[in-house]
């Protein structure tokens, strides 16, 4: 069984940053896919940012130039930093992986972890 768990959110000013990190335990062949994305009250769930292996990061137009994503794979855990946040990106955030697990590939999601930027 695959698990991930987050951490790093929180009560931030606006200007100010927070790194979110995304650790993933089990029985993990390979991680193909790592994402974060976002969900604010009454909206759908969206993508902020993702990278697949071997691959560019791709980012939502509204936070390049301020979030980054990165992995540490020995590791299995991905992390999103992000800075000068703004309000309007307070949101529960959620890490999706997309692994192999016995030959099988899989998508898992963190429990997310809340984001609160005041103004």
């Known amino acids: 069984q695959v698990q991930l768990v987050e951490s790093g959110g929180g009560l931030v000013q606006a200007g100010g940053s927070l790194k979110l990190s995304c650790a993933a335990s089990g029985r993990i062949s390979s991680i193909n896919y790592k994402g974060w994305y976002r969900q604010s009250p009454g909206n759908q769930r969206e993508l902020v940012a993702e990278i697949t292996t071997g691959g560019s990061p791709n980012y939502a137009d509204s936070v390049k130039g301020r979030f980054t994503i990165s992995g540490d794979n020995p590791k299995n855990t991905v992390y999103l930093e992000m800075n000068s946040l703004k309000p309007e990106d307070t949101a529960v955030y959620y890490c999706?992986?997309?692994?192999?697990?016995?030959?099988?590939?899989?998508?898992?999601w963190g429990q997310g972890t809340q984001v609160t930027v005041s103004s």
């Open positions: 999706q992986l997309r692994v192999t697990v016995w030959g099988s590939k899989r998508i898992y």
